[in-house]
Every structure is written in C-alpha cells, then in structure tokens.
C-alpha cells in the first residue's frame, strides 16, 4: 500500500522483501513465502547507513536485497506474547494452541505472537544446537536457504524477543558464539546481542547469520563498514569486533606476590583431624539449620540467607571431603577463602569473603620464626583484628541487628576466656538478643511490614548455629 500510495504522489520507490525466517520450511511456506524477522534489523541498518551516504535509490534498494539474500534467522520462545489492553489471561481460559507447558519451547516463533513450527523439550544447549542446524545444515533441503564457504566471513545477531534478561542474553550468546566456533568452525567476525526486533514481552530469542558478500561500491561502502557506520537509534547496539569479544579470555591483572603470598605457608601449627571435625559439626549444623535461617528472612528479608550459607557451608563441606587439610593454620584459612567467594551470594557471601581473607592475613602477622601451636588467644587476636578489619566495609556494629551482634559477642569471650564452649553460648546469646530489636542495616530498614520482633536476625542466628556446632566438636 506504501509503494503504490508513493507511485501515486509521484514519487521514485522500490520495495524489498525480507523473508530471512527458516524456522519454516519450504514446503510448509508454500506460495505465502517465508517471514521476516530479525535479519530486517541487518537490511535497514546497511541501507540507512549507504542512504545517509548520499547514494541513490538503485543502490540503496540494491544493497537492501543483497543483504537480505545472505541473512538467515530462527527463533524461539518460552511463552506467547500479552498485548497492552488486555486482559492477562489465566491457563485455564486459554485455548491449548496458545498454552505452552513450563517445560515447553516453541522453536519457529513468529514476532506477530503467531504459532511457530514445533514444540519441545530440551535445555539451552540443546535448543542452540537445533536452531543452528535449522540455519546451517546444507543436506536439509526443507531449509538449506544460505550457503557458506570456507573462508566465508559472517555477521552473528542474537535478538532478544522482548522479555529476556540481560544476564540471560548473555548465557545465550556465549552459547550460540561458543557452538559456532566448536561444531562449525565459524568465527563470526561481529557479534550483535540486544534487543532489536522484538514481539512484545515475548520470552525468546532469535539467531540471525549474515554472510559477508562484496558490495561492489568501493571502499568505505563494505558490508562491514556500513554495519559499523554510526547510528543513533534508540534500538541499535553497536556490534563487537572478534577481536574484542576474544579478549574476554585475557586476565585483567597480573598475578603479583602479594596474591601468591595467600597460600604460602606460616609456622602457625594445628591438628588437622580435629579442625576437620570441628568445621565438618558446625557446617552440618548450619545446614540443618537453613530451614529456619530460610524463614526468618522471610520475615525480615528476601529469603536468600539460609540458602547463600547452605551452599556456602555445602561447599566447603566437599572440599574437606576432597582434599587433605594442611597442618598450617594460614594455609587451611586460604583455601576456605577461596570456597567461600566462589560459592556464596549476596551480600553476606561478601561479608564472610572480606573477613576470612583478614582472618587470614592477621594469623599470618602472628607467625613466629619457629613452628607453634595456634592457642585460642592467638586465634581471639587474629578474629579481633579481622573485625576491626570488617568494619571498614560495613557500618554494621553490636546492637545493628547484623551477624555482628552473634560475631562480637564470640571474639570478645575467647578473647577474655579462652574457652570456645563459653564464646560459642555468648554468640548464642547474642543472636538470640536481636529478637525485637530494631534493625539499622538490611532490607528490615526498608522493607516495612510485621513479624520482624518475633524471630531474630538470620545471619546472626544461622552464624551461632556454626558456632555452636564448632564448639561442640572440639
């Protein structure tokens, strides 16, 4: 209707057709031909870019089917798409062609919410590995609608249907990038993952290839440079050069010898059975525990504490099942360390990571020049200072309703005592006296409602759990 209305009024226009769809095949196209999806975003941005040029219509239309000849795409979706004004739907009122299992994908996804070519089920990896074979496979004669040669440069687009996390486009690209590489040997040459062309809200993505072909308009009108040519677009994400995505492999620092320094050994001496009961009863308690912990913050948080310490316990539970520990008390901190920030979340995760790499480095400071045995006062001077440490990073003190008021109240009767049992009752102690009492710090602050006087802090409590065991054990 644009092109004739333009005729109409006199004016010089061409149409191009983008039909980049695979995810039907040529039997199924029959005379409707096939769909345009997010290769179009690859077709207008290497038009506009030579129109802007200055060229003329016959090149600007030229380039467009150029382009559009050598883009393939394929999509799929988690979901149908909901449409601004109406009503959301519940399951049961939907029809079962609009109504996918939480299992389910549906491979072929149109961008106008229409019904895509098959359903199933499989995982991420799985689902890249078909829908390249839908774009790549040449012996599938159904969709073998692009040719690629060795040598043969491509352009890499990863679409976000609407309602895709960034982190999760990330994983998908990474997946798609990796997969072509490995069982294609394609490296693409630019890379593009955003949201360009999306169907709503739709929980998909979609896989574009373009492969490089010459212009034959000289230089500064390439595939490549017109692609790169900037654009101010407010959909349009510039595209990433090999080179640049390559270097996600490189190390961002050197390693120094401070960082070495970390594992090297003390003259600080322990038994390394009784350190492994000890932690393995303390560990098994705070697990045992997570229920609780779990519902507390519930109450008073975002629930994720009694989780964030179950991994975090459940993983250094494994590595004492793995590996010997050393008699060097600095050495077996090091490596605790280590389990810690790699597999506890949030910001508890970062709090214990921060302390233990201070515990850590305050042992180390009290190593003699002779082997000697670690004695409570020694660890009760290292924690102290590791507190003092702590607090340079958070706010958080006795009273603050944090894992502190479980934390203080231990270093402080070791330090006094020497007594493990007593400082671990005093932790207890602690925790338990956070029940009512007002929050300074976390999510309580902020987040309103009831319930928090009734339970105490989850950290706190979770934390004397540990203790508690610790102490039993030894």
Same mark, same amino acid.
């Given at each position: 209707?644009?092109?004739?209305?333009?005729?109409?009024?006199?004016?010089?226009?061409?149409?191009?057709?983008?039909?980049?769809?695979?995810?039907?095949?040529?039997?199924?196209?029959?005379?409707?031909?096939?769909?345009?999806? =997010?290769?179009?975003?690859?077709?207008?941005?290497?038009?506009?870019?030579?129109?802007?040029?200055?060229?003329?219509?016959?090149?600007?239309?030229?380039?467009?089917?150029?382009? !559009?000849?050598?883009?393939?795409?394929?999509?799929?979706?988690?979901?149908?798409? %909901?449409?601004?004004?109406?009503?959301?739907?519940?399951?049961?009122?939907?029809?079962?062609?609009?109504?996918?299992?939480?299992?389910?994908?549906?491979?072929?996804?149109?961008?106008?919410?229409?019904?895509?070519?098959?359903?199933?089920?499989?995982?991420?990896? &799985?689902?890249?590995?078909?829908?390249?074979?839908?774009?790549?496979?040449?012996?599938?004669?159904?969709? =073998?609608?692009?040719?690629?040669?060795?040598?043969?440069?491509?352009?890499?687009?990863?679409?976000?249907?609407?309602?895709?996390?960034?982190?999760?486009?990330?994983?998908?690209?990474?997946?798609?990038?990796?997969?072509?590489?490995?069982?294609?040997?394609?490296?693409?040459?630019?890379?593009?993952?955003?949201?360009?062309?999306?169907?709503?809200?739709?929980?998909?993505?979609?896989?574009?290839?373009?492969?490089?072909?010459?212009?034959?308009?000289?230089?500064?009108?390439?595939?490549?440079?017109?692609?790169?040519?900037?654009?101010?677009?407010?959909?349009?994400?510039?595209?990433?050069?090999?080179?640049?995505?390559?270097?996600?492999?490189?190390?961002?620092? &050197?390693?120094?010898?401070?960082?070495?320094?970390?594992?090297? +050994?003390?003259?600080? *001496?322990?038994?390394? =059975?009784?350190?492994?009961?000890?932690?393995?009863?303390?560990?098994?308690?705070?697990? !045992?525990? $997570?229920?609780?912990?779990?519902k507390y913050d519930t109450v008073?948080?975002?629930?994720?504490?009694?989780? /964030?310490?179950? %991994?975090?316990?459940?993983?250094?539970?494994?590595?004492?099942?793995?590996?010997?520990?050393? *008699?060097?008390?600095v050495v077996t901190v090091s490596?605790?360390?280590?389990?810690?920030?790699?597999?506890?979340? /949030?910001?508890?995760?970062?709090?214990?990571?921060?302390?233990?790499?201070?515990?850590? %480095?305050?042992?180390?400071? *009290?190593?003699?020049?002779?082997?000697?045995?670690?004695?409570?006062?020694?660890?009760?001077? !290292?924690?102290?200072?590791?507190?003092?440490?702590?607090?340079?990073?958070?706010?958080?003190?006795?009273? #603050?309703?944090?894992?502190?008021?479980?934390? %203080? +109240?231990?270093? $402080?009767?070791?330090?006094?005592?020497?007594?493990?049992?007593?400082?671990?009752?005093?932790?207890?102690?602690? =925790?338990?006296?956070?029940?009512?009492?007002?929050?300074?710090?976390?999510?309580?602050?902020?987040?309103?409602?009831?319930?928090?006087?009734?339970? +105490? #802090?989850?950290?706190?409590?979770?934390?004397?759990?540990?203790?508690?065991?610790?102490?039993?054990?030894?």
């Amino acid at each position: 209707m644009g092109v004739e209305k333009a005729k109409a009024s006199g004016r010089r226009v061409e149409m191009v057709v983008v039909g980049d769809d695979v995810g039907v095949g040529r039997t199924q196209s029959g005379k409707v031909g096939r769909r345009g999806i =997010a290769g179009t975003v690859l077709v207008v941005k290497i038009a506009g870019a030579l129109a802007v040029m200055g060229a003329g219509l016959e090149e600007v239309s030229g380039i467009a089917r150029q382009v !559009a000849k050598n883009v393939v795409s394929v999509g799929a979706s988690l979901s149908r798409v %909901h449409v601004p004004g109406h009503r959301v739907e519940s399951p049961g009122e939907k029809s079962e062609a609009e109504v996918l299992l939480t299992e389910e994908v549906e491979m072929g996804m149109g961008i106008h919410n229409e019904p895509g070519s098959r359903r199933v089920r499989v995982d991420l990896v &799985e689902l890249v590995r078909t829908l390249l074979a839908q774009l790549l496979d040449w012996k599938d004669e159904d969709r =073998a609608f692009l040719m690629l040669g060795k040598g043969d440069g491509v352009v890499l687009l990863v679409n976000n249907l609407g309602g895709v996390s960034g982190l999760e486009m990330g994983g998908i690209t990474a997946e798609v990038v990796g997969q072509l590489e490995r069982d294609y040997g394609i490296k693409p040459v630019r890379i593009l993952s955003g949201t360009y062309m999306t169907s709503l809200n739709g929980i998909g993505f979609s896989i574009s290839i373009l492969k490089i072909s010459d212009t034959g308009l000289g230089s500064g009108k390439s595939i490549l440079e017109l692609l790169d040519a900037p654009a101010e677009a407010t959909g349009w994400s510039a595209a990433i050069k090999t080179e640049t995505w390559d270097r996600k492999f490189e190390p961002s620092r &050197e390693k120094t010898g401070d960082a070495e320094d970390e594992s090297k +050994p003390s003259n600080l *001496q322990m038994d390394p =059975a009784v350190v492994k009961k000890a932690l393995a009863a303390g560990l098994e308690r705070l697990i !045992a525990a $997570e229920p609780d912990v779990t519902k507390y913050d519930t109450v008073v948080g975002d629930g994720d504490c009694g989780i /964030g310490l179950k %991994h975090g316990a459940e993983a250094i539970l494994d590595m004492l099942k793995r590996t010997e520990l050393s *008699q060097d008390a600095v050495v077996t901190v090091s490596h605790i360390v280590r389990v810690v920030e790699k597999s506890m979340d /949030g910001t508890s995760g970062a709090l214990y990571a921060i302390f233990l790499n201070a515990l850590a %480095h305050n042992l180390r400071t *009290q190593s003699t020049s002779s082997p000697t045995q670690v004695t409570p006062q020694i660890w009760a001077h !290292a924690l102290q200072s590791s507190l003092d440490s702590l607090s340079k990073y958070t706010p958080a003190r006795p009273g #603050d309703r944090t894992l502190v008021d479980a934390l %203080h +109240p231990f270093i $402080e009767t070791l330090a006094k005592t020497g007594n493990t049992k007593e400082a671990a009752k005093a932790a207890k102690e602690g =925790a338990h006296g956070t029940k009512g009492m007002k929050a300074s710090l976390g999510r309580t602050v902020y987040v309103g409602g009831g319930g928090w006087q009734e339970v +105490p #802090d989850p950290g706190a409590h979770g934390l004397s759990e540990f203790l508690t065991g610790l102490a039993e054990a030894l």
